[in-house]
Each structure stands twice: as structure tokens, then as C-alpha cells.
């Protein structure tokens, strides 16, 4: 979002910087500028890690746009912009809050600020725990979603992104898996509508087709969701 600091408005990117084999790698929170995207500024979100990428993945701005959600391989971090967002406090972002999640998985955020994140599993042995992770704007706990009652085979739903609709209210999340691979059974690509208060799927809860695949990506448009659960209309996502 532009600020008097950054008029043209700031690129985060998570990531690593390369290094040799055998060496640690660390993930980091870049700050590049919107106009130049020169370098402005970094953190460190993972001191040390084997993980050639850093153990980071997404990252998702706030409502407000003063800071930014990064998920990584079993941690979730908010980090504040700091001055690089125009708002009060200190010239360089800071993390402000991490906590553990169950796996890997997408993230979403609701205009109200809660942070869904989905757990896809290791996509060999374990489906994951059919649990979308619901927290506050800062981080704090909420009662998880269950997604165990659409459950494949037997098997929670592998569970790879979110989307919020505007209204803040429906969550649709995309589950599946390859159709090679995992050791649990593959699981057909789905698109989950959630009643998000409720935590409830709606009574027309999935689509299923050929041309929904497994994703790992997903986005609601300005248009999307505005409606109750249990609507689905294919023109409104990308």
C-alpha cells in the first residue's frame, strides 16, 4: 500500500538467498521498493534451515495493509512494515508474532483480519489433518474448522489454499492431491465452500470436476463471494 515513505507502495518477497550446498540456509522477509524494486529492507524469520527455500513459502498482506502473514513448513509469522508502511514505530519491519501450525498449506486472510491456513500434508504418507487453523489478527488461537465430515477414502481432505470471500464470511478452500503419489490414496480435486462464523461446510459444500484440479494457489476476486454459502459461481475465482 503507498505511504509517504514508499508513494509507489513496497514488494514483499519471501524467500533465501542462495547458498552452497551443505550450508544453512535462512529465511527472510524482503522489502522492495514498488516503483524501483531496489532493495529497501529485510528480516529474518528463520535463523537456520536445510530447506534450500528457507523454510518460508506464502505470504499474505494484512487488511490494512501495515503488515504481512508468511507460512513456511510448520510456523506462521506476522511481521509489521513498520515505517516501510507509512504507519508509527520502527524504521524496519519486526516480527510480532509466530506460531506452530500442523504443516504445510495456503493462507488466507478475511477483511476482519483472521488468518485461515490449510494443512495439504506431506503428500506421500499423511493427507494431513482435514483442520483449517483459524487464528486473530495478532496471531492468538481460535477453535479450528474441522473438515473431517468430507473426508476421502476414510482420509481428512488434503487441503492446499484458501480464498475469503469480501463479505468475510464464506471461505472457500481447495483440497486434493496428485494422482500419483501419495501412499494414503489420491483424493480428486475439490473446492470447499465453508460457512467461515460457523466453521461449517454449506449443504452444497463441494464442486468436483475435471477442470478443478489439486492447486496450490487460489484468490478471490472484488466480486467473489458476496452471497451466502453454499453458492459457487466458477467465473469468480482465479
Known sequence: RPSAAFPAGLVVVAGARPVPPGR??????????GATLALRDSVTLVPATTDRWGAVARV???????????????????????????????????????????GVGGMAVGPDGTVYATD????????????????????????????????????????????V????????????????????????????????PSGRPSDCATATASVIPATTAMATTSAAASSSAGTFDSGTLS
Open 60 to 102: 499474505v498482506a494484512a487488511p490494512d495493509g501495515r503488515a504481512v502473514y508468511v507460512n513456511g513448513l510448520a510456523r506462521l509469522f506476522r511481521v509489521d512494515l513498520g515505517a516501510g508502511s507509512g504507519g508509527p514505530g520502527a524504521a524496519s519491519p519486526s516480527v510480532t508474532a509466530s506460531v506452530p501450525t500442523p
Open 165 to 196: 470471500g469480501r463479505d468475510g464470511r464464506t471461505l472457500y478452500v481447495a483440497a486434493g492431491t496428485g494422482s500419483l503419489g501419495p501412499l494414503f490414496g489420491p483424493q480428486p480435486g475439490r473446492l470447499l465452500v465453508i460457512d467461515a
Open 24 to 33: 544453512s540456509a535462512v529465511g527472510r522477509l524482503f522489502l522492495f521498493d
Open 120 to 163: 495439504q500434508g506431506d503428500y506421500r504418507n499423511f493427507p494431513g489433518t482435514g483442520h483449517v487453523t483459524v487464528y486473530g489478527p495478532a496471531l492468538e488461537a481460535r477453535a479450528p474448522i474441522d473438515l473431517a465430515a468430507l473426508a476421502v477414502g476414510g482420509d481428512p481432505p488434503a487441503t492446499t489454499s484458501a480464498a
